[in-house]
């Protein structure tokens, strides 16, 4: 299975039980096969976090501005759901398989632990950004892209360390 923003070959990387293909040493890019995001909803906030500093090089090549074919299904198009160019996160999603292609962006800058007021202040505005600009309840209006919107919140809740879920729209509960 390649990278869709890259190319890379991604790997399986096993987290609490849960199997994502992650795009180690190159663009940093997570793919969570639908399987994987049912188990992740049932995990404790943060049990992911890790799973944002595997091992990302700068400066790697992706492919942002052109649609990406799913990982897995290969002939279909991922949608992208939500992007940023500020924060530099990509979040897109495959209308056969619904896994989710992740890439975190500028939150795999921050560090798991300690983070200064700065830290946090930047970690702030990109959930703001994330979840009350791009994907706020209210503006979206065909329930399924609410449904999406729920589940990238899970995956959130997932991969946030634990010292900045209190930053995230309802403390990483629910
Ligand atoms: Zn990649
Ligand atoms: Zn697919």
Request: hydrophobic share 35%; aromatic share 10%.
């Amino acid at each position: 299975m390649n990278c869709p923003s890259c190319n890379n070959k991604l790997q399986t990387v096993e987290i609490t039980g849960v199997k994502v293909q992650a795009c180690v040493g190159s663009c940093g890019g997570l793919w969570f096969e639908w399987s994987a995001i049912k188990k992740l909803k049932e995990r404790n906030p943060a049990a992911g976090a890790e799973l944002l500093h595997v091992e990302r090089v700068e400066g790697v090549h992706t492919f942002r501005d052109v649609q990406h074919p799913c990982p897995h299904c290969i002939r279909s198009l991922l949608y992208r759901h939500c992007f940023s160019r500020q924060f530099r996160y990509e979040i897109d999603q495959c209308a056969k398989c619904a896994g989710f292609w992740v890439d975190v962006g500028s939150l795999a800058h921050l560090p798991l632990k300690s983070p200064t007021p700065a830290e946090q202040e930047t970690a702030t505005a990109y959930f703001k950004n994330l979840f009350e600009e791009n994907l706020n309840p209210e503006y979206l209006s065909h329930p399924d892209t609410q449904e999406a919107a729920q589940t990238i919140h899970h995956i959130f809740r997932f991969l946030t360390p634990a010292e900045y879920l209190r930053l995230l729209p309802g403390g990483g509960v629910g």
